[in-house]
C-alpha cells in the first residue's frame, strides 16, 4: 500500500510537518535541520491537527488548498509556533484568530513573481491566439487547409492590457507585456511611484478602467474588498470581444456573470488557472472552446516550487530560533 506519511526516528531536533506533497530538494533541505514528517498527498486538516498532535511539531508547512480556521487553530498541539505556507495567496489563513493564539504565520512573496507572471502572459497569448481551438484541430487530425479568413484570432501586438493590482505580480506582467507594445492601464489602492509606474496609466476608479481594456487581467489578493469584484456590471463595462485572464484568485470573480458574457459572445476568450471552488470547478467552462482553462498552476515550475519550499523553511527556521520571520503576517 502507498505510505502517504515519511517520518523517521524522532530526534533532538524540532518537528516539523510538511502536510502537502513538494519537490525533493526542499524536504532534504529541512531534514539538515528539522525532525521532518511529510506527506505524499496535500492531507485534511483533520490529519494535520492528529499528526501534529502525535508528533507535537513546533512547526507546519502548508500550502494554499489547506485552510486553516479558528477551529483548526483550537485543536492544535501548544507545541506549535508557526504555520508557514508555500504561497503568497494567504486568504486560507484566519490572521486574526492566530495572533490570538500567538501562532505565527508566513507566506512566499517574491519567489513565485516571475513564474506567475509568465503564466498570465501564456494565458493572454493562448486566448487571443486561439491556442486551445488549434490543439484541438491537430488533435482531430487537421486535413483541410483553412482559408485566411478563417479561424482568426485577435492581435497581441499593440492592444491595451488593464491590470487590477499592481503588486509584484501585476508589475511583472506589465514588464513582460511592454515587450509586445501593450499599453499598460492600471488599478491599485496606491499609485506606483514614477520609477515602477514608467508609461503605465494609473486609474484610482477600477470602473473607469474597464471601458478602455481590450484584455483585463487580475493581481489583485483574494480580500473583502475584491470578493466579486468582475460581475455583471464589471463585465457589461469591458469593451465588447475584450479578453479576460484571472490567475490572482476565483473569489475575484462572479462566475455565473463570467460564462453569461462568455455566452453572450461580449468577451472574445478567457484564460483562467484559478476559480470559486477549487479544485471541483465548474465544469460549464468546458463548454467554450475560447478559454483556455488551466487547474491552478501559475506557479508551478520546478525551480519556483522549489524557491517557495526554500521560503517558507527559511520562515520557520527564524521564527524556532527566535527571531522574526522576514514573511510575518501576523504581528
Ligand atoms: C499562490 O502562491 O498564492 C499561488 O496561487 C499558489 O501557487
Known sequence: MRSIIHAKESSMKPALMIAFPIPSPVIERAQQEFDVVHTDIEISTEQII?????????????????????????????????????????????????????????????????????????????????????????????????????????????????????????????????GFGIKILYNSPRRLSPELELDATYFSDFKKMLPHCEILSLHAPARATTAQIMNTETFSLLPAQS?????????????????????????????????????????????????????HMGSATLETRIAMGLRALENIRSSLSGQRPRDLLTS
Open 50 to 178: 492528529r499528526i501534529a498532535t502525535e508528533k507535537q511539531v513546533r512547526a507546519i508547512m502548508v500550502s494554499m488548498g489547506q485552510k486553516i480556521t479558528q477551529s483548526v487553530l483550537d485543536q492544535l498541539p501548544p507545541s506549535l509556533k508557526i504555520i508557514a505556507t508555500s504561497s503568497v495567496g494567504y486568504d486560507h489563513f484566519d490572521l486574526k484568530a492566530a495572533q490570538n493564539k500567538g501562532i505565527q504565520l508566513t507566506n512566499t512573496p517574491d519567489v513565485l513573481t516571475d513564474s506567475t507572471a509568465d503564466f498570465t502572459l501564456l494565458l493572454i497569448l493562448s486566448a487571443c491566439r486561439r491556442a486551445p481551438e488549434y490543439t484541438e484541430i491537430m488533435n482531430k487530425g487537421w486535413g483541410t487547409r483553412f482559408g485566411q479568413d478563417e479561424m482568426l484570432g485577435t492581435e497581441v501586438t499593440g492592444k491595451t492590457l488593464g491590470i487590477l493590482g499592481m503588486g509584484r505580480i501585476g508589475q511583472a506582467v506589465a514588464k513582460r507585456a511592454r
Open 243 to 295: 479578453i479576460f485572464i484571472n490567475t490572482a484568485r476565483g473569489s475575484l470573480v462572479d462566475e455565473e456573470a463570467l460564462i453569461q458574457a462568455l455566452r453572450s459572445k461580449h468577451l472574445f476568450a478567457a484564460g483562467l488557472d484559478v476559480f470559486q471552488n477549487e479544485p471541483h470547478f465548474d465544469t460549464r467552462f468546458l463548454e467554450f472552446p475560447n478559454v483556455v482553462l488551466a487547474p
